[in-house]
Nanobody, 128 residues
């Protein structure tokens, strides 16, 4: 059974930075692409970033390009989301997700339907 556990969320002032972490167990981590999504109250889930199983390729949602960086450490079964220049509109619950199929990643904006395993989410609140 695949398990994903996020950490690193919290309260930060606008302009600040946070790094989210996601540890994955129960899968051959280095064969699955990973992604981060977020959902703010009253809004639909939004794609944030995705990264290929090798870590070579990554894609970002338009609203976070240039401010967020996704990365992974296959030796530690970890995925990360470095968030900088945070804005109040970044406030949301952030979810880590693992692709449903190995060696698969949609180019560009990821579709949540492509991801079969999800973490419980971590709250990020940006105060203005």
């Amino acid at each position: 059974q695949v398990q994903l556990v996020e950490s690193g969320g919290g309260l930060v002032q606008a302009g600040g930075s946070l790094r989210l972490s996601c540890v994955v167990s129960g899968s051959t981590f280095n064969t699955y692409s990973m992604a981060w999504f977020r959902q703010a109250p009253g809004k639909e889930r939004e794609f944030v970033a995705s990264i290929s199983w090798t870590g070579v390729s990554s894609w970002y949602g338009e609203s976070v390009k240039g401010r967020f960086t996704i990365s992974r450490d296959n030796a530690k079964n970890m995925a990360y989301l470095q968030m900088s220049s945070l804005k109040s509109e970044d406030t949301a619950v952030y979810y880590c997700a693992q692709a449903a199929k190995p060696f698969h990643l949609r180019i560009g904006t990821a579709d949540a339907a492509d991801f079969g395993s999800w973490g419980q989410g971590t709250q990020v609140t940006v105060s203005s």
